[in-house]
């Protein structure tokens, strides 16, 4: 039987390089588009050594409409996207505003057109936590009010799924959309042949929990411990990056089942929240290594604690989180350890 394509932009990223995995185990036929900016072409030789064939690649970037037209062309009959796309570093939003801005609003304009033109509706966009802000409550629901971003790139967040509801709200236009919103996926596919590939100092907690561990960072520095928290550190929802990655399979055969127009939002977490030092320490206990590391200052612009209520992403999607945070940490730590022998 012919495998149903998906176009997967930002395949070769750390997120969309597991989706594509589990699309293919799950019996689609992933189709890669990226432009290698956050990426590297090693990527795309992981996934094939996991899947034991290629997948279809186009290096373009989704801006370029005549590009995406032409893969849209090539590949004939896609039948969904998913949208990971985009550059998605917090620090560097704040001085890069206009690049930001361009390539995560301006990508989601551009394919949504080309969409449209060939006549393909269902779309699953990758959106964040960083929606709700410092929320007032917790854990938050789909419910729970936006609040105006602390970044560029939060913004452009806000901005897409405005825009996606906009498009979905227009009577007799067959759009079909699921927007996820991710907690903080950490791990790696347990083969350890992708993973997260940061390019540079790592921004994000646990690359630098990793790489501190392989001796490559001489220390983490925790972001403050004198938040309003149980040990004083941020509280975070650690979400396994295959865990994340078999909710968009899901996701993407929900909208293919659906007829007509619908728009819906889940959040894709855990439902737990972890803090920092518990980060730490599960690390240890996960790995056998001890973590050189010491309290800094807090972090600008961090939320303090945050953390999902998955109960529609449960009830609707069958989501459920099979790997521990200790799991997860050592998928981590393996993939940090194969790169280093690379
Ligand atoms: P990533 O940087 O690893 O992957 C994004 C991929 O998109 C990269 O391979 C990059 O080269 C590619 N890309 C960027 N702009 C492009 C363009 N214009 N044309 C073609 N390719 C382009 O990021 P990730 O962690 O895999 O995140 C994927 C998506 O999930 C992003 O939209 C991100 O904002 C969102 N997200 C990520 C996190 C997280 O913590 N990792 C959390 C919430 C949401
Ligand atoms: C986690 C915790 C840090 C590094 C970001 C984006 C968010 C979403 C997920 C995309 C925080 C602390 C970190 C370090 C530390 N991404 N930390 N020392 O900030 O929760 O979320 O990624 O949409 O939008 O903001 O993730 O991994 O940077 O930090 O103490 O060296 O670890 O302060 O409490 P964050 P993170």
Known sequence: MERTKILVTGGAGYIGSHATVELYNAGFL????????????????????????????????CNDEEALRAVFAEEGNLRGVIHFA????????MVKPLE?????????????????????????????????????????????PTKKANSPYGAT???????????AAVPGQ????????????????????IGELPLGVPQNLVPYVTQTAAGIRE????????????????IRDYVHVVDLAKAHV???????????ETIETFNVGTGHGNSVLEVVQAFERATGVKLNYKIGPPRP??????????????????????????????????????????
């Open 157 to 167: 967040k806000q901005m897409c799924e405005d825009i996606l509801q906009d498009i």
């Open 301 to 342: 612009g961090d939320v303090p604690a945050i953390y999902a209520d998955v109960t529609k992403a449960t009830a609707e999607l069958g989501f459920k989180t099979s790997a521990t945070l200790e799991e997860a940490l050592a998928s981590s730590w393996k993939w940090q350890q194969h790169l280093s022998q690379r």
């Open 250 to 260: 899901v996701a993407v055969q929900r909208l293919l089942d659906k007829k007509g």
């Open 219 to 234: 220390q983490l520095t925790i972001n403050g411990d004198t938040y309003d928290t149980p040990d004083g550190t941020n």
């Open 100 to 144: 930001y801005y361009r390539n995560n609003v301006g990508s989601l304009l551009t394919l949504v057109s080309v969409m449209r033109e060939f006549g393909v509706e269902a779309l699953v966009f990758s959106s964040s936590c960083t929606v709700y802000g410092t929320p007032d409550q917790l854990p938050v629901t789909e419910q729970t």
């Open 174 to 193: 067959t759009s079909r959309t699921i927007l996820l919103r991710y907690f903080n996926p950490v791990g790696a596919h347990a083969s350890a042949e």
């Open 30 to 61: 992933p189709v890669i588009v990226d432009n290698f900016s956050n990426s590297q072409e090693s990527v795309l030789g992981g996934i094939e050594k996991i899947l034991g064939v290629k997948v279809p690649f186009h290096n373009i970037d």
């Open 86 to 93: 985009a550059f998605k570093a917090v620090g560097e939003s």
